[in-house]
């Protein structure tokens, strides 16, 4: 028996390779992200272990904040814990957000990516924090030089000796003259961050913490038992400090970075996912028309007294032998797929640390189980109808046909999967999970189970769906088109399938699609109805507290152009345990935006906060509460609810400038806004005004239309990211068109044969098959918006509270993909085509 | 040598059709000249392996010769690339064989027509009737082919082979899988198509009694044209048979 399945198997060897090549790429995305992540994790850990040799004890804010500032310490920090027995050296601390380095452009290096710092550098040869001074560099000392990373250098081709200009949130543009470069390990920079290291005095003039520090390295005397030391370093720290070994210290920062990262291999292990589902209606479909071409051979072997074990077990020995081969390939492509992901993120200059390989252990079981056992679920259907074949069909064509469920049954079955799918998704989407992560999972198998119905009901429509949408063709393609017309619709759950695993991935980028278009349509709506303004400055930077110097706005006020303006600080609070950001709001904001409704006043005190109407609602809090915020030098206080605003555009937390300004330490504001005097378009304030923000690159003046487009620039390229990786699901799904439409040439040779002899000629026949392909892959894309539509719609649903309140239908994207699938549908038949057209007229018709 | 009528319509002139090489060579057709008259009903018969299908097939295009040459209405198909046999295929000649004549997803009014679609032609309606009618297939004309009988499918294969009012029609064991009364009724429907219609057919058969429809017979044996036979009846077609030793 076994020897059966290996014949056939090799007999076979073009289509199942086809059906192979899905799971590759399957397994290929889920091994290449736990070797990517692996890999990098890796690195990071070997990097922060060699940050800290030499030092034995790390101090350092104990910030709880992910956008923070980092909280700062006075000088004498050093001297207290110089004082502690058993201190050898202690070696001061300090870096801070928002510096940015400026190429020879005048552009800031990194624009608005990854965050900039700036630290200090002692001329120790331990605590560089990580630190490797390359070639001729030596450390930076005095207030005129600069050591830089050497990603930037390279970025902006600066050498040791040239002049280097750097931004300051707070003091604006400074030139330095380049004394070093600094390298971290092996890697350029960390994760695309920009470095600018000077010595410690200038680090703080420059960050405008002139005597202050956030931490020092700690050196023990030899001998010193570091947990005692710790303990006693505790001791003399002030508040909002701690003392931790350098050990600890290395793991926790390296799991901190490592954390970060991982999101990104979320996102791929998601769409490794989605690329092995895709995958299953591959293999099913393949295995079900092989099972369908092989069933007077089964029932042959049923006559000659193989049990229908045998036989169901026969299939699924081929699927098994299929899935390893497929996956121990998948797995070494997945290698492959690393390098040449860490080679695209060091393009858009995201250098991380190299290392060699990791290949986990984890890596290898995952790959090899995920592969093997989509593989083997999705031929066990097909496998099942096999063992069903009666030894009977072996003698008799028509009774070689398994019975097909009644139309109603695949209705009832594919109406239940709806409903449940419906549900899963609601109950992910709509549930109240108080504040806990929306379960993606649920929200995920709902979807999954909703696409399963999508098909099941997919099969009961495919001939007429495919009827109608190939009347046109078969108009302009004649006798051919007709043909393929028919044949697209002669086996609809062959094509249900084929047009399904397309399905998925249209379904996907529609949503995605529809969702940035939604968004682009909601920042349109506010910026057009919710914001009086004519020009908007915002800051380039995404970590919004460095923002940019006050000094701008108080200049612009001044301008002839300008009749009013408005400002805005941000920073990163605390509420309830959630990281969320504080705004500060001037008196006159109301003539800037629109507000439904104020309960109490706006104008609140500096003990006051104006809290948006959905967080008072979801927190149930009224004017006159009392709230606990934390900031993240002040910790926790205390202040009332002065006022409750409902409006679309101003929500969260807004304190008063003076509270902000003393609780951030910083004037800088995070955006501006300007209404243009009478007499003067927006175009001309936003000259005057970016005429003065010459020297501060940081800030971004546009109109107001120049800052909707460019959201939704942005918009549009994270939608393109997803939409290229989604894209590759749908290409899959296409190598299951080639596959389909090749099993059917096969099955119809004689047809074809018969066709030839009375008259088709090659490329007719090509096009018959092109055009059927076209049909089906058009057939899936159609259901594919159809599903995205639905589940764009869905997801906005718990949104509409947040302020997504618009929906926008993008008729001419999705359009484009139905037609996009059709040409690839086209494409992807060529070569069963060729081979249809290549076939012997004799051989094809000749019987017996 | 036998002389080739000069109104043949289909000739084949010292044909030779090898298959394999070396010791493994076949030798189906030994060299094998003859014409196929318009307007006659011309049957092969030959013993299994005689090289009777192998002729046919040569004869009408779809295999080529290893020597000699084939013509249709004057055309040496030797010289035709695969567009142009194909197009020769589709206007000037018609085919029915054994099984699997019909494309399953068109009814049976699309098969007929099939190969005027294929050229991008409408039917002469005037001639699409009298196929028609002569098909004799009545209110099944919408039906799939597998809502046909098995003699139905072949009259609609006929009748397809007529439409485009081919040069010659070509038949392999056209009553092969047919019982003797549907077999006869198209037997029938192509000796009215030669006699009525001026058709030229040119059918194999192993059947005597099929065989005596025809107008003449042309025996075959191991490549070779060993006998011919004119108005010939079943009883006589099988005397020649055994006389012949097959």
Known sequence: MWKASLKSLFAHKARLALTALAIVLGVAFVSGTYIYTDTTNRAFDSIFDEAFVGIDIVVAGDSTFQFGQGIYFEESLVADIAAVDGVAEVIPTLTGFGPKIIDRDGEPIGGQGPPQFAAALTGSEVGTGGFELRGESRPPMGGDEIVIDAASADTAGYEIGDTVPVEFPTIGTREFTLVGIAGFGEADNIGGATFALFDLETTQKVLEREGQLDGAFVQAEPGTDIETLVAAVGQVLPEGARAQSSQEAAEEQAAEIQEGLSFFGTFLLVFAFVALFVATFLIYNTFRIVVAQRLRELALLRAVGATRRQVLWSVLFEALVVGVIASVIGIAAGAGLAIALRAALEQFGIALPSAALVFAPRTLVVGLIVGVVVTLVSAIVPAIGASRVPPVAAMREEMARPKRKTLTRRAIFGAVLGVVGVALMFAGLLGDYDGATVPLSLIGAGAAVIILAAYVFSALVADPMARTIGAPLAKAFGAAGKLAQRNAGRSPRRTAATASAIMVGIALISMVTLLSASIRGTVDAIFDTGVDADVVVTSTDQFAISGFTADLAEEAAGLEEVAALTRIQAGAIIVDGTETFAGSLEPNFEDFFSVESIEGTAAISDDGVLVGSSEAESNDWSVGDVVAIEFEQSGVQELTVEGIITSDTITGYSLSRDRFTSEFGSDADSQVYIQSATGFTAEETRDAVAALAADIPSANVQTNEELVDEIGDQVNQILGLITGLLAMTVLIALIGVTNTMALAVIERTREIGLLRAVGLNRRQTRRMIRVEASIVSVFGAILGVGLGIFFGWAILQPLRDEGFTEFVIPFGGLALWIAIAGVLGVVFALWPAWRASRLNVLEAISYE | ?246
């Not at chain 2, 006659?40 to 046919?56: D, E, N, W, Y």
């Not at chain 2, 017979?217 to 006998?227: A, E, K, P, R």
């Open chain 2, 1 to 246: 040598m036998t002389t080739i009528a000069t109104d043949a319509i289909a000739e084949i002139e010292r044909g030779v059709k090898i298959y394999g090489e070396g010791e493994a060579a076949v030798h189906a057709l030994r060299g094998i000249t003859r014409g196929f008259t318009r307007g006659r009903f011309t049957a092969i018969m030959g013993p299994s392996g005689s090289g009777k299908s192998t002729l046919l097939h040569c004869l009408a295009g779809l295999d080529t010769l290893t020597e000699g040459v084939v013509r249709i209405g004057g055309i040496d198909l030797g010289t035709l690339k695969d567009r142009e046999l194909t197009e020769l295929r589709r206007s000037k000649v018609g085919f029915v064989f054994q099984a699997f004549n019909l494309i399953p997803t068109l009814n049976a009014e699309e098969n007929i027509v099939l190969p005027l679609s294929i050229a991008g032609l409408k039917p002469d309606p005037a001639w699409m009737n009298e196929v028609i009618e002569a098909v004799d297939l009545g209110d099944r004309l919408t039906h799939r082919p597998t809502e046909l009988s098995g003699g139905q499918q072949q009259r609609v294969a006929a009748a397809r082979a007529l439409i485009s009012r081919p040069d010659i029609v070509f038949a392999d064991e056209p009553s092969g899988n047919l019982d003797s009364k549907s077999g006869a009724e198209l037997l029938d429907f192509m000796r009215t198509a030669v006699k009525e219609l001026g058709q030229t057919i040119v059918m194999v058969t192993h059947d005597p009694v099929s065989a005596s429809y025809a107008d003449e017979i042309v025996f075959l044996d191991d490549g070779l044209i060993v006998d011919e036979m004119h108005g010939p009846t079943p009883e006589s077609v099988f005397d020649r048979l055994k006389a012949l030793g097959s």
